[in-house]
């Protein structure tokens, strides 16, 4: 695992965050479902909390879909190339490109090359929403890259090491360890 | 786009979404130190943008110089490949599967395994 420079993280005093989603993008209840169930890896493993708000400017995490330039200066391009981005504490923006084909139930039965899982790239933005960087180790959800086709949702140890330095662990876990590795999903065609 | 499933993505979508940003890639594989060859400043752009080149200039050539051999080394430590500085197949195949935008060096440190490499031979101290 690697943190930012400086390592940002929330403060104590923010550890209950709320996150709501652009409003322009007039996302379904099943696209908002799966970044609910993206949080729910994070919180699992840490004392954070995660709520969602009606109200995009007030929230802590900003999530939105856009392609091309959309004004952050990290331009998105186009079909599979970057997926997404986000920026560490405090600043809480999350932004997935616009341009790709987004699977949001059901990413086995791939007959397209460039299908991506929408949580498994949201975990990944989540740990940089909470001060990750990226990690060599590759079963890791902060690997870098993800193949199409492929669905990657539960943190790996070198995830948890990592956001449990910056955060400690979940005061509500009835074990010192957390929830098993040894069940991991991590499946696809390819 | 959203999709439950593969299955339901329309056909008429599928020709339009196959060639991805970084396709042209695939012409670098087996570029070394000292050639010149086109194709070769876009990616010393995708390498800038992630962190790899520093912020000299953005006006890449197409020479395939000592930054980028360094780049490509580093590159290969980060992902676990064989530190050759080469394009080999193995390293532009992991050069065109699609990523997060976010730098893997970035302000030219990083706790990846580039970066302890380079702290264990002294060249920068990790954190």
Same mark, same amino acid.
């Given at each position: ?5 400086g &390592?940002?993280?929330?403060p ?7 996150y709501a989603?652009?409003?322009r ?6 696209? =908002?479902r799966v970044?609910t169930n993206?949080?729910a ?5 840490t004392?954070?909390?995660?709520t969602?708000?009606n109200n995009?400017?007030t ?22 190339g ?6 560490? @504490? @405090?600043r809480?923006l999350? !932004?997935l490109?616009?341009?790709e &084909?987004w699977?949001?139930?059901d ?6 090359p460039s299908a ?6 949201a975990?990944?933005?989540? $740990? !940089?929403l909470?001060?990750? $960087? ?5 079963d890791?959800i902060?690997?870098p890259?993800?193949s199409?086709?492929?669905r ?6 070198d995830d948890v090491? $990592?956001?449990q330095?910056?955060?400690g662990t979940?005061p509500d876990s009835?074990?010192?360890t957390g929830?098993s590795f ?9 | /786009?959203f999709?439950?499933?593969v299955s339901s993505?329309? @056909?008429?979508?599928?020709?339009n979404? %196959?060639?991805?940003a970084?396709d ?5 594989s087996?570029?070394h ?5 086109p $194709?070769?400043s876009?990616?010393?752009?995708y ?5 790899y080149i520093?912020n000299?200039?953005?006006n890449?050539?197409?020479d395939y110089?000592d930054?980028?051999? %360094?780049?490509v080394?580093n590159?290969?430590l980060n ?6 500085g080469?394009?080999d197949e193995s390293?532009?195949k992991?050069?065109l =599967?699609?990523?997060?935008?976010v730098?893997?060096?970035v302000n030219?440190?990083s &706790?990846?395994n580039?970066? =302890?490499a380079?702290?264990? %031979?002294g060249? &920068?101290v990790a /954190?």
């Open positions: 695992y690697s943190f930012f420079p &390592t940002p993280r929330w104590r005093s923010r550890r209950d965050l709320t989603f652009e409003p993008n007039q996302l379904t209840d099943d696209v =908002k970044f993206a949080f890896r994070w919180s699992e493993w004392p954070l909390t995660f969602e708000s995009y400017n929230a802590d995490l900003k999530i939105g879909f856009y392609g091309g330039n959309h004004g952050d200066g990290e331009d998105f391009d186009g079909v599979l970057t997926l997404a981005h986000a920026f560490a @504490p @405090p809480g999350l !932004h490109d616009s341009d &084909t699977i949001i139930d990413v086995f039965a791939s007959g397209s991506m899982d929408l949580e498994s790239v975990v990944h933005e989540i $740990g !940089h909470l001060g990750l $960087g990226h990690s060599s180790v590759e890791a902060m690997f890259t993800i199409s086709g492929i990657k949702v539960e943190l790996a140890r090491e $990592g956001i330095v910056l955060y979940n009835n074990s010192t929830p040894g069940e991991r999903e991590m499946s696809g065609a390819h | /786009h999709f439950p499933n993505i329309p @056909p008429s979508l599928l020709p979404i %196959t060639a991805g970084w042209s890639f695939n012409n670098l087996g570029c130190l000292g050639q010149k060859v $194709g070769i876009k990616l010393k752009n390498f800038h943008y992630f962190g520093g000299i200039s953005k890449f050539t197409d110089d930054a980028l051999e %360094t780049a080394k590159y290969q992902f676990n490949l064989n530190a050759t080469e394009l390293t532009v992991q050069i =599967k699609p990523r997060c935008g730098a893997d060096i030219g440190s &706790t990846m580039s970066g =302890k380079a702290s264990m %031979t060249h &920068t /954190h």
